[in-house]
């Protein structure tokens, strides 16, 4: 299983930005995928997630009604739509994906992981 993580960059704050995560070498439109990030010094977190047919998503209240996860499984792609950045959402996200329907947004839940791409928010 393969995902590539893509879209990071620098956005001053109330910019936008549209991560993108191809998958490979797995049944895509069965699964949960998930995005998570880490900032220095603090836990990785979840969050946005959405399931397999797109029915269920998680969002983390930090980045409700700016953030919108949504896929796109003819292209095996998950996607993240962030508006109206913060310096707080400053952090190397991550892309993950799991076979299994339970656990949208726990991170022990997904087993397969991308690489991170860096997302900076400044002026």
């Known amino acids: 299983v393969q995902l590539q993580a893509s879209g990071g960059g620098l956005v001053q704050p109330g910019g936008s930005l549209r991560l993108s995560c191809a998958a490979s070498g797995f049944t895509f439109s069965s699964s949960k995928m998930g995005w998570f990030r880490q900032a220095p010094g603090k836990e990785r977190e979840c969050v946005a997630a959405i399931s397999w047919s797109a029915g269920r998503t998680y969002y983390a209240d930090s980045v409700k009604d700016r953030f919108t996860i949504f896929r796109d499984n003819a292209k095996n792609t998950v996607y993240l739509q962030m508006n109206s950045l913060k310096p707080e959402d400053a952090a190397v996200y991550y892309c993950?994906?799991?076979?299994?329907?339970?656990?949208?947004?726990?991170?022990?839940?997904?087993?397969?992981w991308g690489q991170g791409t860096q997302v900076t928010v400044s002026s």
């Open positions: 993950a994906l799991d076979p299994r329907v339970y656990g949208l947004g726990l991170e022990t839940e997904y087993r397969y």
